[in-house]
């Protein structure tokens, strides 16, 4: 089945998730492949990023299309009172596929579904970050041989985090365990874990970071509290630095962990995380880039027999 638009992890099948992993190793081995020549690529970014939009704008250029777009929303014609929908409408005129980050849940849905060019969800508020849970998928994957059977400890702000609750969906066809730490003020939502219980997905809570729950873990995911979705800054100043990762933390966990991290990261890994050959958040990030490329050529139509035959 090919995926028209990517709104959210939870349209995608074990298949659909398995084809662009597959596909994005080969963008691993060439990233370079003039296959979106005459196309131009539409980044509307309402919120901050750093990786997400350039990922994609760098996937773009190096398959050959172009790219344009804003990153500030405050110097485009939204500020004047202009409609999501009006702006969708008239990028639709310019563009062959629209990327976008806005801090509305649902957002990227509701584009999907004013227009006929494809788009990409690139973050919608604290719901869904479906091209972040692919290159996590395809981390995971590279750094454990495998997707089945693992058991993944996630940390911090389990609440807001959109990248957390996208990779439980994304892991739910991999019969993952999974350790939600947590403060009580960000613990995961009944949402989540509803799906979880649908699901029959192992899960624990607990609110204690301890090294007992590190060395069961085959992929830590660590996360940032994120100052931006809090509506009373107390409550954010309270829970802020609640979990730090340290190195020493490390001494006892299996050989095969991996530490993951959305980025941007503020306190919760300590730098001397970074030396620890289990420190795996950089490459995570350069995965990106290829799994960007795979989700761009498979919401253009563009087949995996035309990916091998430029390869
Ligand atoms: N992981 C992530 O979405 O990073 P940016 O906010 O920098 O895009």
Do not use: W
């Amino acid at each position: 089945m090919k995926i028209n638009s990517l709104v959210s992890i939870d349209q995608c099948s074990k298949e659909d998730i398995l084809r662009i992993l597959d596909n994005a190793r080969t963008f691993e081995e060439n990233p370079d492949r003039k296959i979106l020549e005459g196309k131009i690529a539409a980044t509307l970014f309402f919120e901050p990023s750093t990786r997400t939009r350039l990922s994609f704008e760098t996937a773009v250029n190096r398959l050959g299309g172009k790219v344009v777009g804003f990153s500030d929303a405050s110097t485009t014609s939204s500020s004047k009172g202009e409609t999501l929908k009006d702006t969708i409408l008239v990028v639709s005129n310019y563009a062959d596929l629209i990327i976008m980050r806005h801090h509305l849940e649902g957002a990227a849905r509701y584009a999907s579904e004013v227009t006929a060019v494809p788009v990409i969800n690139a973050g919608d508020g604290a719901n869904q970050h479906p091209s972040q849970t692919l290159l996590d998928l395809y981390s995971i994957r590279q750094t454990q041989k495998r997707l089945n059977d693992l058991t993944i400890t996630m940390v911090g702000d389990l609440k807001y985090g959109r990248t957390v609750h996208s990779l439980i969906v994304g892991m739910s066809h991999f019969s993952p365990t999974f350790h939600f730490i947590a403060p009580d003020e960000l613990r995961m939502p009944e949402e989540q874990k509803h799906f979880c219980n649908h699901h029959n997905i192992r899960y624990h809570e607990h609110t204690a970071f301890t090294e007992d729950i590190i060395n069961q873990t085959d992929i830590l995911y660590m996360t940032r509290v994120q100052r931006e979705r809090f509506t009373d800054l107390e409550e954010y100043e309270r829970v802020k630095n609640v979990y730090i990762l340290r190195n020493s933390m490390l001494e006892g966990s299996r050989d095969n962990l991996r530490i993951l991290h959305p980025l941007p990261r503020v306190n919760e890994i300590a730098y001397d995380v970074d030396d620890n050959p289990k420190a795996y958040y950089i490459s995570q990030a350069r995965n990106g880039l290829f799994v960007r490329q795979a989700i761009i050529c498979e919401v253009l139509g563009i087949n995996s027999q035309l990916l091998s035959s430029n390869s």
